[in-house]
């Protein structure tokens, strides 16, 4: 079990908006930045958003972050076919010392 | 271009003992904090250690402390993961990533390497 909870799935049509969503609790999401990844299997992970909300440069601006309090999101808008991946939220945890993922989400593009 | 490349997995028995490394290219290693990351079959993603820029700070997920042991060599811009008593849950495909800080994200990730322990 994970100590940040994500839904197992999403899924959505192309050029729909997608959320997935992030929760966890004061010692990691509610006092440290909140990362999301993208991962095709296979593959090396990609980093999507940093420190809550900001975009690496290369990914596009469909992909936005958001954080409150002790749960974060990450919506996917205009949606294509390419963005059928594994999505991970990730942060640091103050009492494990340690970093911390999401379970991940499986991004479907119906 | 900025690479990370992982060597060392491949199949051991349950007990025994690996040393996974990983190579950089394409930036100046010894300004950057590394992470181990894996991928056990079927699931997500798990960090399991990182190391500071000299080497003199380490932080390892609470199930592996005291049996895996995080180390860099800055002069061979290398990476390194030395696993010991190895148990059938720790098969998996080893990432190393580039962070800019303990706690901060994970901006550059290697192909992977996979380790399989066998019963």
């Known amino acids: 079990q994970s100590v940040l909870a994500q839904p197992p799935s999403a899924s959505g049509t192309p050029g729909q908006r997608v959320t997935i969503s992030c929760s966890g609790s004061?010692?990691?999401?509610?006092?440290?930045?909140v990362y999301w990844y993208q991962h095709l299997p296979g593959t090396a992970p990609k980093l999507l958003i940093y420190?809550?909300?900001q975009r690496p440069s290369g990914v596009p601006d469909r992909f936005s972050g958001s954080k409150s309090g002790t749960s974060a999101s990450l919506a996917i808008s205009g949606l294509r076919s390419e963005d059928e991946a594994d999505y991970y939220c990730?942060?640091?945890?103050?009492?494990?010392?340690?970093?911390?993922f999401g379970g991940g989400t499986k991004l479907t593009v119906l | 271009e900025v690479q990370l490349v992982e060597s060392g997995g491949g199949l051991v028995q349950r007990g025994g003992s690996l040393r996974l490394s990983c190579v950089v290219s394409g930036f100046p290693f010894r300004t950057y904090w590394m992470n181990w990351v894996r991928q056990a079959p079927g699931k997500g993603l798990e960090w399991v250690a990182n190391i500071k820029q000299d080497g003199s700070e380490t932080y390892y997920v609470d199930s592996e402390k005291g049996r895996f042991t995080i180390s860099r060599d800055n002069a061979k811009n290398s990476l390194y993961l030395q696993m010991n008593s190895l148990r059938a849950e720790d098969t998996a495909v080893y990432y190393c990533?580039?962070?800019?800080?303990?706690?901060?994200?994970?901006?550059?990730w290697g192909q992977g390497t996979l380790v399989t322990v066998s019963s």
């Open positions: 420190n809550n909300n």
């Open positions: 004061s010692s990691n999401i509610g006092s440290n930045y």
């Open positions: 990533a580039r962070g800019y800080g303990p706690k901060l994200g994970l901006d550059s």
């Open positions: 990730a942060a640091w945890d103050d009492s494990l010392s340690g970093r911390v």
